[in-house]
């Protein structure tokens, strides 16, 4: 069957500028500290740029994950199960996605992401590998609350979550986001989730601040997208990317840091920041098993089985649907 289905297209202005990237932009900036929320990076350019970041020798979370996927696939679908739904949120290139659609036999697949235009690209192509598979892409910010398309409701689905990209959010934000995916998913609906483990700062590093430079490219790409789209006139060399160990918080810092005092306007509001201040732009928590399955039941979700490496970098778990209980 071919591509089929309509994606949902993000409400734009009469200026063709997605208003929450404009408000998110100028309520961040804003702030003390400053800050622009990660799912931004993530126009065509910057999707690509992500893409090339997870080829690179020093991240290993893409290699590794993808491991463990083709390794464990066979039991994995023997837990799911075949005739599901697969809903992948922030789908991206669906690369990894390929070997899960193998294993687990899924009715349909349904992959969420912000960038529409990355995401129609990746859709075409995994619907010429598996040109069986009802593919129906949604274009939305799954930090929101999403609705499956018509017809998939009250059907056993399988959310996919992979990428740790759960560790780009603060633990209550990521709470509230997996009760948001439960409520999406439905009652019997089981979750396959990647968290990136805790390790040695300086491999993380390393992992986010690489020395081909893709990853600063990645960064800085965040300020050519305001620039083009937001009216702004940032002047982009007088940044540098700078990743930061947070050992408070067990997490990378992405940060977009300033090499002398600026002067600049977005939308018609102008902005400035010092010689060493930065706008903060990622996180990326890193998780033990027990603080992971601590967040999932948190969630309102509960672990059935997980898989780590050899090296303990990164654990994928397959989760249920908590069902709820008028008591402890």
Same mark, same amino acid.
């Given at each position: 069957?071919?591509?089929?289905?309509?994606?949902?297209?993000?409400?734009?202005?009469?200026?063709?500028?997605?208003?929450?990237?404009?408000?998110?932009?100028?309520?961040?900036?804003?702030?003390?500290?400053?800050?622009?929320?990660?799912?931004?990076?993530?126009?065509?350019?910057?999707?690509?740029?992500?893409?090339?970041?997870?080829?690179?020798?020093?991240?290993?979370?893409?290699?590794?994950?993808?491991?463990?996927?083709?390794?464990?696939?066979?039991?994995?679908?023997?837990?799911?199960?075949?005739?599901?739904?697969?809903?992948?949120?922030?789908?991206?290139?669906?690369?990894?996605?390929?070997?899960?659609?193998?294993?687990?036999?899924?009715?349909?697949?349904?992959?969420?992401?912000?960038?529409?235009?990355?995401?129609?690209?990746?859709?075409? @192509?995994?619907?010429?590998?598996?040109?069986?598979?009802?593919?129906?892409?949604?274009?939305?910010?799954?930090?929101?609350?999403?609705?499956?398309?018509?017809?998939?409701?009250?059907?056993?689905?399988?959310?996919?979550?992979?990428?740790?990209?759960?560790?780009?959010?603060?633990?209550?934000?990521?709470?509230?986001?997996?009760?948001?995916?439960?409520?999406?998913?439905?009652?019997?609906?089981?979750?396959?989730?990647?968290?990136?483990?805790?390790?040695?700062?300086?491999?993380?590093?390393?992992?986010?601040?690489?020395?081909?430079?893709?990853?600063? @490219?990645?960064?800085?790409?965040?300020?050519?997208?305001?620039?083009?789209?937001?009216?702004?006139?940032?002047?982009?060399?007088?940044?540098?990317?700078?990743?930061?160990?947070?050992?408070?918080?067990?997490?990378? @810092?992405?940060?977009?840091?300033?090499?002398?005092?600026?002067?600049?306007?977005?939308?018609?509001?102008?902005?400035?920041?010092?010689?060493?201040?930065?706008?903060?732009?990622?996180?990326?928590?890193?998780?033990?098993?027990?603080?992971?399955?601590?967040?999932?039941?948190?969630?309102?979700?509960?672990?059935?089985?997980?898989?780590?490496? @050899?090296?303990?970098?990164?654990?994928?778990?397959?989760?249920?649907?908590?069902?709820?209980?008028?008591?402890?």
């Amino acid at each position: 069957m071919s591509l089929q289905g309509q994606l949902k297209i993000a409400a734009r202005d009469d200026g063709d500028v997605d208003p929450s990237f404009r408000d998110d932009v100028l309520k961040g900036l804003s702030e003390c500290p400053k800050s622009i929320p990660a799912r931004w990076f993530y126009d065509l350019r910057g999707s690509h740029l992500f893409e090339q970041i997870t080829a690179l020798p020093e991240y290993y979370p893409t290699r590794v994950e993808t491991a463990l996927l083709k390794a464990n696939g066979a039991d994995i679908g023997v837990l799911t199960g075949p005739g599901r739904i697969l809903v992948e949120f922030g789908s991206g290139s669906s690369l990894k996605t390929r070997h899960v659609l193998r294993d687990v036999a899924p009715s349909a697949y349904v992959p969420i992401d912000i960038s529409g235009d990355f995401l129609r690209q990746s859709s075409d @192509e995994l619907a010429a590998q598996f040109p069986g598979l009802h593919i129906v892409p949604v274009e939305a910010d799954f930090m929101h609350p999403v609705a499956l398309p018509d017809g998939f409701h009250d059907q056993r689905t399988l959310g996919f979550f992979p990428g740790s990209t759960i560790g780009n959010l603060t633990p209550p934000t990521a709470v509230d986001l997996l009760r948001s995916m439960r409520d999406t998913l439905g009652e019997s609906a089981q979750l396959l989730i990647g968290f990136d483990r805790v390790k040695d700062p300086a491999v993380l590093i390393a992992a986010y601040d690489d020395a081909e430079g893709v990853t600063a @490219e990645f960064n800085l790409n965040l300020l050519h997208r305001i620039n083009r789209e937001l009216e702004a006139d940032i002047p982009v060399d007088r940044f540098r990317h700078a990743a930061r160990w947070n050992p408070e918080w067990n997490r990378i @810092e992405m940060h977009l840091e300033a090499l002398r005092d600026l002067c600049f306007e977005i939308s018609g509001r102008r902005f400035s920041l010092r010689k060493g201040e930065s706008i903060h732009t990622e996180n990326s928590h890193k998780y033990t098993p027990q603080q992971a399955q601590l967040l999932l039941h948190a969630g309102r979700w509960s672990p059935l089985q997980s898989w780590t490496d @050899e090296q303990q970098a990164f654990l994928i778990i397959l989760a249920e649907v908590t069902t709820y209980r008028s008591g402890p």
